[in-house]
């Protein structure tokens, strides 16, 4: 579905990604993991348009998007949820939602949409009228995938859903990550929490200082010592 092909990448001058290839198949669930400042969001957003890449090719369902602005990017089913849960403070869930559907012109489809993104969180119909800013961090990370959802994207992109939850909040995220595979939506996870991200995935790439270093099925990288021993504490 998704194919990066020998990407480098960065900022201006400043070279972050060397020669990443990876794949992720219709219907998977893809973790893309590695440390700190290893280059995994400045990756996420080369592929979502928001970068262009210096070097390599992306494509999506066999359709080149690299040199494609990230609205037409979007408007071929591929959503990014970004790092760091940004809603807007002062507007209601509901209308923090609808403007994840900034490209449909249709009400009665964004109705349809905002309609499904209520079945699967119940509890943004439940706070559909209150102030984003007044959700706790679980229901702004709930928020920012469901105004994702909204584009109706095949293939979704995750940056670090879990960073700064509670474990329990974390398990309710990984769950509702559970919940879009089962509706159909192929998933890029990028996390920190390399073993929930593993337990969670198909298969996995490690990423390490801007390179690709391991990858394959992740009950293989759970057992690879390296992994083990850089990335579990074990
Ligand atoms: P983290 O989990 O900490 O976000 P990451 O693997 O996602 O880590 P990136 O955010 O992609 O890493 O950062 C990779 C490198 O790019 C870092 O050295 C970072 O300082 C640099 N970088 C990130 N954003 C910018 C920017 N806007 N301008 C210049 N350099 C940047």
């Not at 990370?141 to 994702?148: D, E, H, P, T």
């Not at 939506?185 to 996390?191: D, R």
């Not at 690709?212 to 074990?234: F, H």
Request: glycine letters at 10%.
């Amino acid at each position: 579905m998704l194919e990066v092909s020998g990407i480098s990448g960065g900022y201006g001058g400043l070279q972050v990604l060397w020669d990443v290839s990876l794949i992720v198949q219709r219907g998977e669930l893809v973790a893309l993991v590695g440390a700190n400042g290893a280059g995994k969001s400045t990756l996420l957003k080369t592929i979502a348009g928001l970068l262009r890449p210096f070097k390599g090719h992306i494509t999506l369902e066999g359709v080149r998007i690299d040199n494609m602005p990230p609205h037409a990017i979007v408007a071929r089913g591929l959503a990014l949820v970004p790092e760091g849960r940004r809603v807007f403070p002062y507007m209601t869930v509901a209308e923090n939602l609808e403007l994840g559907a900034f490209l449909e012109t249709s009400r009665a489809r964004i109705k349809e949409a905002l309609e499904w993104v209520y079945t699967l969180f119940p509890i943004l119909k439940e706070r559909r009228s209150q102030l984003a800013g007044t959700l706790s961090g679980g229901e702004q990370q709930m928020l920012v995938i469901g105004r994702a959802l909204m584009s109706r994207p095949r293939l979704l992109m995750m940056d670090e859903p879990s960073l700064g939850l509670a474990p329990a909040v974390v398990s309710t995220v990984f769950a509702s990550i559970r919940r879009l595979l089962e509706e159909g939506i192929t998933v890029l996870l990028v996390e920190q929490n390399v073993r929930k991200a593993l337990e969670l995935a198909h298969r996995g790439y490690v990423l390490e200082n801007g390179r690709i270093v391991l990858s394959g099925a992740s009950a293989t990288l759970l057992s690879d010592p390296n992994v083990k021993k850089a990335y579990l504490g074990v």
